[in-house]
């Protein structure tokens, strides 16, 4: 059984987990990155454009 410390560690680390899983599948529908060939420096700006651009459309259809 575990301690109400431990399930307290359990949600925190699902929630942080659920986040980076939601962000990997927004990213992954963006086909632009299946061809994307380059350094992880010259990729991090090309993906926050991505997630930018994304919260961008999501927020304009949020009304």
Excluded: D, F, M
């Excluded at 680390?13 to 927004?26: F, S």
């Excluded at 990155?33 to 997630?51: E, F, G, S």
């Amino acid at each position: 059984k575990l301690s109400r410390r431990q399930k307290a560690v359990n949600r925190a680390h699902a929630k942080i987990r659920a986040r980076g899983e939601r962000a990997i599948a927004t990213l992954k529908t963006w086909k632009i990155l299946n061809k994307l060939r380059c350094c992880p420096r010259r990729a991090t700006p090309i993906v926050q454009a991505i997630l930018v651009l994304h919260h961008v459309e999501a927020n304009r259809y949020a009304g």
